[in-house]
């Protein structure tokens, strides 16, 4: 009996780094320590790797950097902060929690204020709000929160929408308030009711100290029919026992980056490291760097080479850490042959109607430190998911790890 | 001969990248003897110590969960020190057909211990390849194995 316990407690240890027990992977790691002696010598064993194709290498990778430069542009389609000492720009999303409404993104410390909005090609999405109880808008890690529209801190917005063929009428003027179930409409100076789908957009209230610029996209108005209200009364909007409802035109927690105003020339402090891929280890799907928890490395880091996406750290021990190599969870860009850009995921559900990435189109990831960065080429494409033939790492040359 | 084991155990990790490297699919994984030699020489109480070693090594190697692999070299491990009286009356022969069921018995844990919990657990191919590697070496495993106190 006594001779069982301890292969019951192995099992069960074994069963909890099968299932990924909090940190029991990373601990794994650092027996890795033992094989690090053999590396260079491993590494000689090794067959030669086979050389990157020089120039058309370089000509993806400029590509990749051209269409990440592109999309970047497009992302900050009618951002352009009325204070002269803001900027807009392009931040990453780190975590989106639907529950809270609201999105987690990395900003430049120091360089943002709360209340600015949040925007993603032309569309309002939210504003910066204060990072808990306190007046700071970014925590020491530089994250700060996104209230979307609709959220309980959001700030009211002053929006309109008019039809095209009215366009030289009166548009007709709303506020979006906070309400249960997402943003409300409120307040509206017609009891006119939009064609379903109608655009809105924000307004100009600036005589009324309101610096948030007219233009930006706040959704679809929707007209559905409202409940009876106890007693036979209409409830307050619309007309008629009509509701109207917005719809956002973005799915704000599908996002990979958003653009927010913050102070020019605050520019994010680039971390990471650099490491090389280490050779003790083989797999087609993984491979073992030379840096870990004492380097700063964390769980999620993005690895890159040279320009070349290489994968994201699925656990780091305190001298190594192992990347998990292929294509980004989030979002991806793919450039046709023809130099069209599509922002889409690895999952065809997600991908636009109708389209499917052409054999031979670039796949990019971006990072804002960074810039555009070559994940590789569309082998194929179906139904099934997205094959891409990416670069192998070159254990000769170092890599970089960034937080996301 | 336990720290003998211990560095063969991970000498034979880095040669298994090797093999790897250079025959792919088809490569010996060279870790397969030295968990089967384990399994008939190593003293029962103690066996958990090359389980273990053996099964991380292999996980660190592959980049693979390390619980995985030492399920793996656990379940057959135990199967094959069961057998050992029946094993060790055979001599040479009895190693190799150690490492053959071993090889076995590792590659249907790892489909099954892969099939429950998701995660890619190798086994299959190279440990039969590896298996075979006990051909060779047959005759220098009875001979250590010969040296050392062994509790059936």
Not at chain 1, 263 to 275: D, H, I, K, M, T
Not at chain 2, 15 to 37: E, G, H, K, N, Q
Request: aromatic share 4%; with cysteine.
């Amino acid at each position: 009996m006594s001779s069982a316990r301890p292969a019951l407690l192995l099992a069960l240890l074994c069963c909890g780094s099968l299932f990924g027990w909090p940190g029991l992977r990373d601990a794994e790691q650092g027996a890795a320590l033992f094989l690090l002696p053999a590396d260079p010598l491993v590494k000689a064993c090794l067959p030669a790797p086979m050389p990157a194709q020089g120039a058309a290498r370089e000509r993806d990778l400029t590509r990749a950097t051209e269409a990440w430069d592109v999309w970047c542009r497009a992302l900050m389609a009618q951002a352009r902060p009325v204070d002269a000492r803001y900027e807009a720009r392009v931040v990453p999303v780190l975590a989106a929690r639907p529950e809270q409404q609201e999105l987690l993104v990395r900003v430049p410390v120091g360089g943002v204020r709360a209340g600015s909005p949040v925007t993603s090609q032309g569309v309002l999405l939210g504003f910066l709000r204060p990072w808990g109880s306190h007046a700071e808008v970014v925590e020491s890690g530089g994250r700060a929160r996104v209230a979307l529209l609709g959220h309980p801190l959001a700030r009211p917005v002053a929006a309109s929408w008019q039809l095209a063929e009215r366009a030289v009428g009166e548009p007709v003027h709303f506020l979006i308030t906070s309400g249960p179930a997402g943003p409300r409409v409120a307040h509206s100076s017609s009891d006119s009711l939009p064609p379903a789908g109608q655009l809105a957009w924000t307004r100009d209230v600036s005589r009324l100290g309101d610096a948030l610029p007219a233009g930006f996209l706040v959704g679809r108005l929707e007209v559905e029919a409202a409940a009876d209200l106890p007693g036979g009364g209409l409830p307050g909007a619309g007309a008629g026992g009509l509701a109207l409802r917005l719809q956002p035109v973005l799915d704000a927690y599908a996002l990979s980056h958003v653009v927010i105003e913050s102070a020019v020339g605050q520019e994010f402090a680039l971390q990471g490291c650099l490491g090389h891929v280490l050779a003790s280890g083989t797999s087609a799907q993984r491979v073992r760097l030379d840096v870990g928890r004492i380097d700063g490395v964390q769980g999620g880091d993005l690895v890159v080479q040279d320009g070349q996406w290489l994968g994201t750290i699925e656990s780091a021990g305190p001298l190594t850490s192992v990347v998990r190599l292929g294509l980004p969870d989030g979002q991806l860009l793919v450039v046709s042959p023809d130099d069209e850009i599509v922002a889409t995921t690895a999952e065809p559900a997600r991908w636009p109607a109708d389209w499917t990435p052409s054999p031979g189109a670039l796949v990019l990831a971006g990072h804002v430190d960074l810039g555009g960065l070559l994940v590789g080429t569309v082998v194929s494409a179906d139904a099934g998911g997205l094959s891409v033939l990416a670069d192998p790492p070159d254990p000769a040359r170092p890599v970089r790890v960034v937080p996301p | 001969m336990r720290p003998a084991l211990l560095l063969l155990a991970l000498f034979a990790s880095q040669a298994l990248v090797v093999s790897r490297a250079w025959l792919a699919a088809y490569a010996p994984d060279p870790l397969l003897p030295v968990a089967a030699f384990a399994a008939l020489y190593w003293p029962r109480r103690g066996l958990l110590l090359p389980v273990l070693v053996v099964g991380w090594l292999r996980a660190l190697v592959l980049l693979e969960p390390a619980g995985g692999q030492v399920l793996c070299v656990l379940g057959s491990t135990l199967i094959v020190a069961s057998l050992r009286p029946a094993l060790l009356s055979w001599g040479r022969a009895g190693y190799v057909l150690a490492a053959l069921v071993q090889a076995g018995c590792w590659s249907l844990c790892a489909a099954a211990v892969s099939a429950l919990s998701g995660q890619t657990i190798t086994g299959g191919r190279e440990l039969v390849l590896g298996a075979l590697l006990a051909v060779p070496l047959a005759g220098l495993a009875c001979a250590a194995g010969r040296s050392v106190t062994v509790r059936p």
